[in-house]
């Protein structure tokens, strides 16, 4: 296990949480507080609080899923905490996380692992406890609760005897569809999309040159993974394509549609 959530990773940000991540997704076009003008005052809105690290703030998945929504006419209100490496056991001792999970009720609270835990084949007992304990920390603010099914390395997880891209998705599929069971709680199969749209599309580079991190590609496929995941809707044809390319942004839209919705009851959300 190493800092950002990957070997490699050397950046390490300071932790954001509440003010701090509402004004970095205010910087990028979103936001995160109750004056946000996406979601009107008295009107329907979504709220959706990520927990994780670097795989959920590098290229800020949350603003993107917030500007992929808006695109639809969905009002949407996204704050995140998350910190370089930082796993479910760290998010559940932390007493700023269990502030902003009952700071409102959220639609959703996402849970996401540090990268290489879930490919290990033990991840899912010891992602367990604190992801139980977030999850009832959720239900006592009146929010419901997601998994972030990541997706692996590019060259696989060799300490966990998965020497391939392919085995080590294997192994984070498992564990976070194993989760999904015990807490009977949804996921948001990015990870499984992912592998999907390397295998049809090569030539859409999801991956970093670290072979772990996302480009704003991989970024994008997450975003349109929790937008079909969340709304129970296509979000082909949306106008907003993130930092991919047109061309790439309607492959990767037509994908998470048909990797989700055609597979709901699998993954929690029929």
Known sequence: MSVGGTRGWKR????????????????????????????????????????????????????????????????VQVDIVANGGETLSQHA???????????????YVVLQEQSDTPAFSSAADSMYAPARTLADMARGSGSGTMLFM?????????????????????????????????LGVPVAPVGYTWLHVHLDHPGIDLWQDDGSHPTAAGTYLAACVFYAAIFRRSPEGLSY?????????????TEAAQRVL???????LG
């Not at 005897?161 to 599929?173: P, R």
């Not at 055609?262 to 929690?268: K, N, V």
Request: hydrophobic share 35%.
């Open 12 to 75: 390490r940000p300071p932790r954001l949480v509440g003010l701090v991540g509402c004004l970095i997704l205010l910087a990028a076009g979103g936001c995160s507080s109750s004056a946000d003008p996406t979601c009107p005052p008295g009107g329907a809105c979504t709220r959706v609080l990520f927990l994780g690290n670097s795989y959920t703030y590098v290229n800020d998945l949350p603003s993107t899923f917030a500007h992929l929504a808006q695109s639809g006419g969905l009002p």
């Open 150 to 182: 990541t997706w692996a390395h590019r060259d696989g997880e060799p300490d966990a005897g998965l020497g391939s891209y392919e085995a080590a998705q294997e192994g984070v599929d498992r564990t976070y569809l194993t989760l999904s069971g015990s």
């Open 262 to 268: 055609d597979l709901e009851a699998q993954w929690g």
């Open 93 to 107: 001792a932390s007493s700023a996380d269990a502030a902003m999970i009952a700071s409102r009720s959220w639609t």
């Open 241 to 253: 394509y993130g930092g991919a390319s047109a061309s790439d942004a309607r492959i990767l839209q």
